[in-house]
C-alpha cells in the first residue's frame, strides 16, 4: 500500500508539473516593428515593357523592398525564436501548405516563412506566363514555368533552415524572399507592425530575431513569463537602409561566390543587377574567380 501511495504521489507531481509546463510552453509571444524616420522614397515598377502586366494597375505600382506607413509601422519583417545551443525546439511541420502566389505581376507574399517539412504551393492567378525560379541553394532548388492560371503547384518541401530568393526570369522585378526554419516558432509582421510567434517554448527568457531584407537582422532578448512576453518589440533605423550591402549580404554573397565557381562571368553580370548587395557579391565573385584559375581563364 505504501508503494502504491508513494507512486500515485509522484504521479500527481508530474501531473502537476506537466501542466505548469505545458502554460508556458503555449505562451504566446506578440510584438511590433517601428522604423525610426522616415523610410526611403518607394521606387514605382516600371511594367509598361509588358502590357498584361501594365493592363492590371491602372494606378503606378510601388516596389515592396520597404513596406512602411506614416507611423513608422514596418511589413514583411520574419521574427523567430533563435534556438540556443543544446536547445530542443519541438513542434511538427504545419500540414497546411504554405502558398506563393503570382498576381498582376507579383509575388504575394512579398516575404514568406515556412518550416522544415511544410508542404510549399505556388499559385498563378495571372493568365499569362510567369517564371518561379529558386535560388535555394542548400535545399532543393526549382525553376519551372506557369503558362496561365494555375491553382497550386506543389514543390518539394524545404530539408534544411536556409534564407533564399525567388525570381521571376520573365518579369525582372519580380522577386520574394523565404526563409526556412527547423522549428515552428516564427512569423511575418502585419502592415501595422504586428507579429505573433504562437505556442512559444517554456522558459523565462528567449532570443528573437528579427530580419529585414533593407535593414538586415537584429536580436533581442525577450522574458516569458504568465502566458506573455515582455520586450518583443523592435526598432529599425531608417537611416540604416544606406548600408543595404552589408545588410542583406550574406544571401547575395553565398549565392555569388557558388555561381562564381561555375560560371565567373555570369556571376558577375548577375550582380551587377542585385538591387541590395552588388558591391559585397561582386567581392565575393571576385574572391571566387581568383580560387578558381581554371574557371577564370575560360
Not at 5 to 13: D, G
Not at 27 to 51: F, H, Q, R, Y
Not at 222 to 228: D, H, T
Not at 234 to 244: H, M, P, S
Request: aromatic share 6%; hydrophobic share 40%.
Amino acid at each position: 500500500m505504501k508503494v502504491l501511495k508513494v507512486r500515485t504521489a509522484m504521479a500527481a507531481l508530474a501531473m502537476a508539473a506537466g501542466m505548469a509546463l505545458s502554460s508556458v510552453a503555449m505562451a504566446d509571444i506578440t510584438g511590433k516593428v517601428n522604423l525610426d524616420g522616415k523610410p526611403p522614397e518607394a521606387k514605382d515598377i516600371d511594367m509598361s515593357a509588358v502590357k498584361e502586366c501594365a493592363s492590371q494597375h491602372p494606378d503606378p505600382v510601388a516596389e515592396q523592398t520597404v513596406v512602411a506607413d506614416d507611423k513608422g509601422n514596418l511589413a514583411n519583417v520574419i521574427v523567430a525564436i533563435k534556438k540556443a545551443e543544446g536547445q530542443d525546439l519541438p513542434g511538427d511541420p504545419p500540414s497546411e501548405a504554405a502558398v506563393l502566389d503570382q498576381k498582376g505581376c507579383q509575388y504575394k507574399p512579398h516575404v514568406l516563412a515556412v518550416m522544415v517539412g511544410q508542404p510549399i504551393a505556388v499559385r498563378n492567378d495571372d493568365p499569362f506566363l510567369h517564371n518561379v525560379h529558386s535560388l535555394a541553394i542548400d535545399n532543393p532548388a526549382f525553376n519551372f514555368g506557369q503558362p496561365n492560371v494555375d491553382p497550386g503547384r506543389k514543390v518539394d518541401p524545404m530539408k534544411v533552415a536556409e534564407r533564399f530568393k525567388i525570381k521571376c526570369d520573365v518579369h525582372p522585378w519580380m522577386s520574394a524572399h523565404v526563409s526556412v526554419f527547423e522549428h515552428p516558432f516564427f512569423a511575418v509582421s502585419k502592415e501595422d507592425g504586428t507579429f505573433t510567434i504562437p505556442g512559444n517554448v517554456a522558459g523565462d527568457e528567449v532570443t528573437l530575431v528579427a530580419w529585414h531584407e533593407k535593414y538586415g537582422e537584429q536580436e533581442i532578448k525577450v522574458k516569458v513569463s504568465g502566458g506573455k512576453a515582455e520586450g518583443a518589440d523592435f526598432t529599425f533605423k531608417a537611416a540604416a537602409a544606406d548600408a543595404g550591402d552589408k545588410a542583406n549580404s550574406p544571401v547575395d554573397v553565398k549565392l555569388a561566390s557558388f555561381q562564381a565557381k561555375a560560371d565567373p562571368k555570369a556571376a558577375k553580370a548577375c550582380c551587377e543587377n542585385c538591387p541590395t548587395s552588388k558591391a559585397a557579391a561582386l567581392k565575393a565573385v571576385a574572391k571566387a574567380t581568383a580560387e578558381q584559375p581554371q574557371a577564370s581563364a575560360k
